[in-house]
């Protein structure tokens, strides 16, 4: 489950509710403009994608396959077109394409070496 909280103007956090994710989410990004957030799923090798809607309530409008297994961060580059999420146990990072109605399509992977294991990434923007 992924609680959703609106910041005060004080700072202080309010709860507004709870959508569900896939097994043991575990990095969760927003999109630049704000329209879309991608939950990254540890334990079922997928990526929860989600539509923002008023007020910052949450839906969920796909799941797709990480393209490896245990899927740890994920980033977006700058133009917010492309996702790249690393895969742990398989030693590499999965190449996204992001849609317009803020859905991934899985592009290919690359290797990152035998033992790797990677768990961040970034990208410059």
Known sequence: MIEEFQIGAN????????VTAGSYPRTIIFDRNGKYVYVTNVHDDSISEYAIGSGGALTLIGTVGAGGTTPAAITLDATGQFAYVTLR????????SVGSDGTLTLLGTIATGSGTAPSGIATIH
């Open 11 to 18: 700072g202080q956090l309010t709860q507004i509710g709870m």
């Open 89 to 96: 146990d398989s030693n590499s990072v999965a190449e996204f």
